[in-house]
């Protein structure tokens, strides 16, 4: 049986941020990843937003790893090429309760240490974007977007050049703890002893922890989100959210590095991995979307793709935060999982790769 110091379970933006974090440490870190290549999942199937962090509860991980996560992710793209741009984002409320929400948010921002934010007018929302109905708004200079995938090349060259190597095609089936670390089983039959594991597998995550045997893994729910494209004119320059709903941040309006606007997701909770888009699902958009945008023309909504978020809540429970399960709470020296790693994950990927470097060392 082979002896590794560090392997990370998953070579997604989270998975290949922490093998370079870990890497750059000077430890031998080989990375398992059950496809092909690199960032098929998640990280592949999402709205490629460069959160600003004023959604999340004050003192919430999502809260501090996305705030820290995106003055982090700007310099990381700027000092390596990656592609971004700072859009800026209208969070808009269409009428007085709405407003109240809006109120709420931004409150919680300035708890959060979020920069930039700011409470405008209807007048001054409608100079920016001529095309809203708005009763008033929030604008977020510090939101933007992001190749994630230039993004993902980038971490794992940094990984590479500092020495980790990524083992493709190699799931993980099962394992034990062990007295000297955790063993893993491969889809191939093969074994292997890590000193130190991390699990970040996305969706993967509770079943392999599962599968290990490490104790206190939280029941997962698959959250799909669908995305539908705009045919026609762009309408925005910036992207365009409502107010918040229960299992996400509802069907907004986000634009790709390219100018194509496209709008989602919406919130279905599903039994197994399923990406394909149901046209008729449309018709649910056009009604939410028409709140913030009356001018929607029939027709012009088109399927995309789909993403699907890995909840650690049921349906109808209130959002969970990102839970990073390290030494202290389930006792495996070496060992830190990471559960229900959804948005702003991406945002935050350096940010939690930092705090899995301050875990793993844990007993």
Partial sequence: MDRLDTIVIGAGVVGLAVARALARQGREVIILEREGTIGTGISSRNSEVIHAGMYYPTGSLKARLCVAGNRMLRDYAKSHGVAFKMVGKLIVATDAEEEKVLAAILERARANGVSGLRAISAAEAIAMEPALNVASALFSPDTGIIDTHALMLALQGDAEAAGAAIAFRTPVIGGRVLEGGVELETGD??????????????????SVARAIGVPGVPQDYL??????????????????????????????????????????????WVEREDYQVDPVRAERFYGAIRRYWPGLKDGTLEPAYAGIRPKIQAPGE????????????????????LYGIESPGLTSCLALAEHVCDLIGQA
Avoid: W
Wanted: charged share 15%.
């Fill in 318 to 337: 209130p959002a969970a935060d990102f839970m990073i399960a390290g030494p202290q709470q389930h006792g495996i020296t070496g060992l830190v999982a």
């Fill in 189 to 206: 039959g093969a074994r292997v002893l890590a000193r130190s594991l991390v699990i970040a597998g996305g969706l993967g995550t509770c």
């Fill in 223 to 268: 959250c799909k989100g669908n995305y539908f494209t705009l045919t026609g004119k762009t309408p925005f320059d910036r992207l365009i959210y409502p107010v918040p709903v229960s299992a996400g941040l509802g069907v907004h309006y986000t634009l790709d590095l390219g100018g194509r606007g496209r709008f989602g997701p919406d919130v279905e």
